[in-house]
């Protein structure tokens, strides 16, 4: 990131990785705070599309009934662009580690989350993808 970030950008960074903190400790409603309800997800783990928050949020309820969670999120190489007045992406590498039937999966992912800022400061994910790190 560039030492001299504007203000707005700031402002990305910081709910990024509040964002990423909520998801790394399985802050299952925090995490989904920092989405609008019409946020898209798309993730190379599924074959689902999720076209607003609440399918994703079930989806997640479903891993947490299979046992599934999140207990580390590192983040590295990240970059805030902007894309337009109110609009900004946000790319990252993540290492996540996950546990489920008592043993632990690491995944190295990079990651990018479209961000919308509104009028009255409110920073909110609009959309969030997921691809494999290159082996």
Known sequence: MPSQLSEDEARVLETANALIDAFGNHRRDEY????????????????????????????WREWEQAGLRFVACSSEDQRVTRLGPEVYLFTH????????????????????????????????????????YPA
């Open 32 to 59: 989904f705070s920092f989405f609008a309800p019409e946020a898209l997800f798309i993730f190379h783990s599924s074959d689902k599309v999720f076209y607003a928050r609440a399918e994703y949020e079930e989806e």
């Open 93 to 132: 590498r993540c290492r996540t580690t996950v546990e489920q039937d008592g043993g632990t999966e690491q995944l190295d992912e990079r990651e990018s989350i479209v961000f919308r800022l509104a009028s009255d400061g409110t920073c909110l994910a609009v959309h969030e993808h997921l691809s494999p």
